[in-house]
């Protein structure tokens, strides 16, 4: 066993034995740091999803590069005037006023110019952030010879955090979740129909400044959770994954808020055993696991779900297309081969759609022929009178050209449910009556 394979086992060994005290209160500051890490990611989540709908989630990301000027500002004047700035708020006061400062130019650029607001956010983030650079440049080169740990800013670092930050960071946190769930209707209203809200007289503006006060408070209050590079992610990536899982708002809400708690606390419990990884990278890290994870496997939108749906519904339309054909033979008198006739499936694929049709009763084969059996034949009478009657109201109410009907009918007739197939017969019923 090498030098790497046992100090992997020596990382995991550990984990598994300090990673349930830090969930049950034994390892006590670091504990307070993991709850609000999850509080953290919670009233991300939540803002996030807003955020999201809105289209704000790159002014989020402009707004937490815009903070770094603000906290070296902060030290600087602070440091000048004698103040403790490193303990305090005096710090996350600045680099609120810088957040709020650069969504404020974004909006100046994109309404008072003829730039869109992509480029105003692009405009915006690389000069703060240059500013900031600048900033950190002067801290580094004055009397104290250090950054006084304003580096822990821009990756985050959660062991460097005390029990009073991450209280600080917390309350932040419950502020957000119930400023968000107090203005839960106004925030869908307008992120959803921003027309609709202006012309029944809401306050649209008002409610994008809002949003815009969340996203610099949620910003700040990551800043030593994640830093202000990635406190981006935290914003974006539970929504993104949350909406994989569900189409309705409450539910997406609610799993984003679950997804960004379970990511920053997980991430910073993982930060904390392992002290050598940047925080911040390692909550995003764990997000973006949750992301693929949901990306992947989610029921209706993942991934594999979609393939899976493509693959029934190419078999369904294939098996289909045989029992209509088998049952056009049938209705002639014959037992087709699968060989000579043209539109049944051969080789390989024709195998496996007839003992899919033999498994479901709908086929039998007899030598090298095939024929219906009676419930085959029944499934075929239901699919031919499907295509007859969506052919009947294409030519009849749609205006389609005859030669153009076929392969609209192709598309749809298997995916006709009763309903429907019983009001086009009204339909049809109607039109022959009143012919």
Same mark, same amino acid.
């Not at 440091?79 to 100046?108: D, H, K, S, Y």
């Not at 209280?167 to 921003?194: H, P, S």
């Given at each position: $066993?090498?030098?790497?394979?046992?100090?992997?086992?020596?990382?995991?060994?550990?984990?598994?034995?300090?990673?349930p005290k830090l969930f049950t209160g034994q390892a006590s500051n670091t504990t307070v740091v993991v709850v609000a890490s999850g509080l953290f990611g919670v009233a991300a989540g939540l803002v996030g999803v807003f955020a999201l709908l809105r289209k704000r989630s790159l002014t989020a990301d402009a707004i937490g590069h815009a903070t770094l000027p603000g906290v070296a500002g902060a030290f600087i004047v602070g440091t000048m005037l004698g103040v403790p700035v490193r303990e305090g708020p005096w710090l996350l006061v600045g680099a609120a006023l810088a957040g709020a400062l650069g969504a404020? $130019?974004?909006?100046?650029?994109?309404?008072? #110019?003829?730039?869109?607001?992509?480029?105003?956010?692009?405009?915006?983030?690389?000069?703060? *952030?240059?500013?900031?650079?600048?900033?950190?440049?002067?801290?580094?080169?004055?009397?104290?010879?250090?950054?006084?740990?304003?580096?822990?800013?821009? *990756?985050?670092?959660?062991?460097?955090?005390?029990?009073?930050?991450?209280?600080?960071?917390?309350?932040?946190?419950?502020?957000?979740?119930?400023?968000?769930?107090?203005?839960?209707?106004?925030?869908?209203?307008?992120?959803?129909?921003?027309?609709?809200?202006?012309?029944?007289?809401?306050?649209?503006?008002?409610?994008?400044?809002?949003?815009?006060?969340?996203?610099?408070?949620?910003?700040?209050?990551?800043?030593?959770?994640?830093?202000?590079?990635?406190?981006?992610? $935290?914003?974006?990536?539970?929504?993104?994954?949350?909406?994989?899982?569900?189409?309705?708002?409450?539910?997406?809400?609610?799993?984003?808020?679950?997804?960004?708690?379970?990511?920053?606390?997980?991430?910073?419990?993982?930060?904390?055993?392992?002290?050598?990884?940047?925080?911040?990278?390692?909550?995003?890290?764990?997000?973006?696991?949750?992301?693929?994870?949901?990306?992947?496997?989610?029921?209706?939108?993942?991934?594999?779900?979609?393939?899976?749906?493509?693959?029934?519904?190419?078999?369904?339309?294939?098996?289909?297309?045989?029992?209509?054909?088998?049952?056009?033979?049938?209705?002639?008198?014959?037992?087709?081969?699968?060989?000579?006739?043209?539109?049944?499936?051969?080789?390989?694929?024709?195998?496996?759609?007839?003992?899919?049709?033999?498994?479901?009763?709908?086929?039998?084969?007899?030598?090298?022929?095939?024929?219906?059996?009676?419930?085959?034949?029944?499934?075929?009478?239901?699919?031919?009178?499907?295509?007859?009657?969506?052919?009947?109201?294409?030519? #009849?109410?749609?205006?389609?050209?005859?030669?153009?009907?076929?392969?609209?009918?192709?598309?749809?007739?298997?995916?006709?449910?009763?309903?429907?197939?019983?009001?086009?017969?009204?339909?049809?019923?109607?039109?022959?009556?009143?012919?």
């Amino acid at each position: $066993m090498n030098a790497d394979t046992t100090s992997l086992l020596g990382i995991l060994q550990k984990t598994i034995v300090e990673l349930p005290k830090l969930f049950t209160g034994q390892a006590s500051n670091t504990t307070v740091v993991v709850v609000a890490s999850g509080l953290f990611g919670v009233a991300a989540g939540l803002v996030g999803v807003f955020a999201l709908l809105r289209k704000r989630s790159l002014t989020a990301d402009a707004i937490g590069h815009a903070t770094l000027p603000g906290v070296a500002g902060a030290f600087i004047v602070g440091t000048m005037l004698g103040v403790p700035v490193r303990e305090g708020p005096w710090l996350l006061v600045g680099a609120a006023l810088a957040g709020a400062l650069g969504a404020w $130019m974004i909006q100046l650029i994109a309404h008072r #110019t003829r730039l869109r607001e992509d480029a105003a956010i692009g405009i915006v983030l690389s000069v703060f *952030f240059g500013v900031g650079v600048v900033l950190l440049g002067v801290v580094q080169n004055m009397e104290s010879g250090t950054q006084g740990g304003l580096a822990t800013f821009i *990756f985050g670092h959660t062991a460097s955090m005390l029990a009073a930050d991450a209280r600080a960071m917390g309350f932040i946190a419950l502020f957000v979740l119930i400023v968000t769930f107090v203005l839960r209707k106004q925030l869908t209203l307008v992120c959803f129909n921003d027309t609709y809200a202006r012309a029944t007289g809401w306050p649209v503006q008002i409610v994008d400044l809002l949003l815009l006060g969340l996203i610099i408070v949620v910003s700040v209050a990551g800043l030593r959770a994640v830093g202000l590079l990635l406190v981006v992610a $935290m914003i974006t990536i539970p929504p993104a994954a949350a909406r994989f899982w569900s189409d309705h708002l409450g539910r997406i809400v609610a799993i984003s808020a679950v997804i960004g708690g379970v990511s920053g606390s997980i991430g910073t419990a993982m930060s904390a055993l392992a002290p050598g990884r940047p925080a911040g990278a390692v909550i995003v890290l764990t997000a973006g696991s949750l992301f693929a994870l949901s990306m992947l496997c989610a029921p209706r939108r993942g991934i594999i779900a979609g393939a899976v749906g493509r693959v029934r519904s190419r078999v369904r339309i294939l098996t289909d297309h045989t029992i209509e054909t088998l049952w056009e033979h049938s209705e002639e008198g014959t037992s087709p081969n699968i060989g000579p006739v043209r539109n049944l499936p051969h080789g390989i694929k024709g195998r496996l759609v007839f003992l899919l049709l033999r498994v479901r009763g709908y086929v039998r084969s007899i030598g090298d022929a095939y024929m219906l059996t009676p419930a085959g034949l029944a499934e075929g009478a239901r699919l031919n009178r499907n295509h007859r009657l969506w052919s009947a109201y294409l030519t #009849t109410h749609a205006d389609i050209a005859p030669s153009h009907v076929d392969w609209s009918v192709d598309q749809v007739e298997h995916v006709l449910s009763d309903e429907l197939v019983q009001k086009l017969e009204r339909i049809v019923e109607l039109e022959d009556a009143g012919a």
